[in-house]
Nanobody, 112 residues
Framework: EVQLQASGGGLVQPGGSLRLSCAAS????????MNWVRQAPGKEIEWVSS????????NYADSVKGRFTISRDNAKNTLYLQTNSLKPEDTAVYYC?????RGQGTLVTVSS
């Protein structure tokens, strides 16, 4: 069974940073293309970033480019999202995804 568990969210002031993690199990993580997506209150799910299996290729939504960094540790079956210079509009539940599977998310709230 595929399991994806995001963590690391919390309340942060504008301009702050958080490092999100996603622990993966139930599939061969080192072969997997992975994504981060987010869903703000009352809005549709938005793709945030993606990374290929060995971490050599990354892509970002324009809204986070230059502020967020996706990475992975295949030895630990873990995906990361470093979020810097956070803005109130980054407030959302963040999820990691593999194929069509979206695991449990972590809430990021950016507010003063």
């Amino acid at each position: 069974e595929v399991q994806l568990q995001a963590s690391g969210g919390g309340l942060v002031q504008p301009g702050g940073s958080l490092r999100l993690s996603c622990a993966a199990s139930g599939f061969t993580f080192s072969n997997a293309f992975m994504n981060w997506v987010r869903q703000a209150p009352g809005k549709e799910i938005e793709w945030v970033s993606s990374i290929n299996n060995d971490g050599s290729i990354t892509n970002y939504a324009d809204s986070v480019k230059g502020r967020f960094t996706i990475s992975r540790d295949n030895a630990k079956n873990t995906l990361y999202l470093q979020t810097n210079s956070l803005k109130p509009e980054d407030t959302a539940v963040y999820y990691c995804t593999h194929a069509s599977i979206r695991g449990q998310g972590t809430l990021v709230t950016v507010s003063s």
